[in-house]
């Protein structure tokens, strides 16, 4: 069993930035692609980026150039840098091994004036 808990959520002004942060009970990141994924109220949970065990990262279109996944393998943590933050990326966000069942309970980024 993995446990995931996701931090650095906020409300943020449109154009602003936050970094999210995801800590696993385990190190897992050499084992697993882990993604970030966001669920908007009404809407299914939504893949916005991945990167592999090898370190290749994806991203999906509406977030590419603006948001930055990274890990740091010594302190065991996933992170995703979000910039020019739009009201649509308003959304609770959730860090995942893919192909795996475990998730965290997600963290709400809520972006307005």
């Known amino acids: 069993q993995v446990q995931l808990v996701e931090s650095g959520g906020d409300l943020v002004q449109p154009g602003g930035s936050l970094r999210l942060s995801c800590e696993p009970s385990?190190?897992?990141?050499?084992?697993?692609?882990m993604g970030w994924y966001r669920q908007a109220p009404g809407q299914q949970r939504d893949l916005v980026a991945s990167v592999t065990s090898g370190g290749s990262t994806w991203y999906a279109d509406s977030v590419k150039g603006r948001f930055t996944i990274s890990r740091d393998m010594a302190e065991n943590t996933l992170f995703l840098q979000m910039n020019s933050l739009k009201p649509e990326d308003t959304a609770v966000y959730y860090c995942h091994p893919i192909n795996t069942d475990f998730w965290g309970q997600g963290i709400q980024v809520t972006v307005s004036s």
């Open positions: 385990g190190s897992i990141f050499s084992v697993y692609a």
